[in-house]
């Protein structure tokens, strides 16, 4: 069965410092999104990309943060100048279609900011 | 902010029927109920959705009233693995993004 995959599965780094954090959505899907989930919190809505472009962001998603399909495959996300509360889980998610209905959702990234 | 109110946590014998309530006494005419699982610290999974009619698939069966503010999702025969937080979400079929809410803390026990 095909999966969103995630990578690393955990990311330590200083803050201040530049993070990439990447996903392999399901082949053939085309909306992409990001989550993220602090530690005993809820799991919040980061952006999606439809077509090479941001389609819909929420106001967690400022300037330091930014996204990109560099390829065919890959879909990115990169937090410019981490902060002790970046700490979280984030979840790449893909969807195939604006009609289909289900969002598949990678096993996450474990990013803590020392 | 999510539009659905659900229980904090449940409890349910392994085996038995859970059955997990959900109020969206808000929802507007094009917005389905979607339910969600997230299993310790994995990522969200899709269990099932509907907008009116009853549905079922190989998860669970939803069940939403004919008002439409208040649905059920019953896991037929629960298992240890069942054990997770539960997610009510409403949201019409052409909104991108899942908005989550605190979600039901289900815990299957032998």
């Known amino acids: 069965e095909p999966e969103v995959t995630q990578t690393p599965s955990h990311q330590v780094t200083q803050m201040g410092q530049e993070v990439i954090l990447r996903c392999v959505p399901i082949?053939?899907?085309?909306?992409f999104y990001w989550y993220r989930q602090i530690l005993g919190q809820k799991v919040e809505f980061l952006v999606s990309f439809y077509n090479n472009e941001i389609s819909e962001k929420s106001e967690i998603f400022d300037d330091q943060f930014s996204v990109e399909r560099p390829d065919g495959s890959n879909f990115t996300l990169k937090i410019r100048s981490t902060k002790l509360e970046d700490s979280a889980m984030y979840f790449c998610?893909?969807?195939?279609?604006?009609?289909?209905?289900?969002?598949?959702f990678g096993p996450g990234t474990r990013l803590t900011v020392l | 902010d999510a539009k659905t109110t659900q229980p904090t946590s449940m409890d349910c014998a392994e085996g038995r029927a859970a059955n997990l309530p959900c109020n969206h006494s808000t929802i507007s005419g094009n917005e389905y109920v979607y339910w969600y699982r997230q299993i310790h610290s994995q990522g969200p999974q899709y269990i099932i959705h509907g907008l009116k009619n009853n549905e079922t698939n190989e998860m669970a069966s939803l069940i939403i009233t004919e008002d439409r503010k208040s649905s059920t999702l019953i896991l037929p025969h629960a298992t240890l693995r069942d054990t997770a937080v539960y997610y009510c979400i409403v949201r019409s079929r052409s909104q991108g993004n899942l908005i989550f809410g605190k979600g039901t803390k289900l815990s299957v026990k032998p």
């Open positions: 082949s053939n899907h085309l909306y």
């Open positions: 998610a893909s969807k195939g279609g604006l009609a289909d209905n289900e969002q598949f």
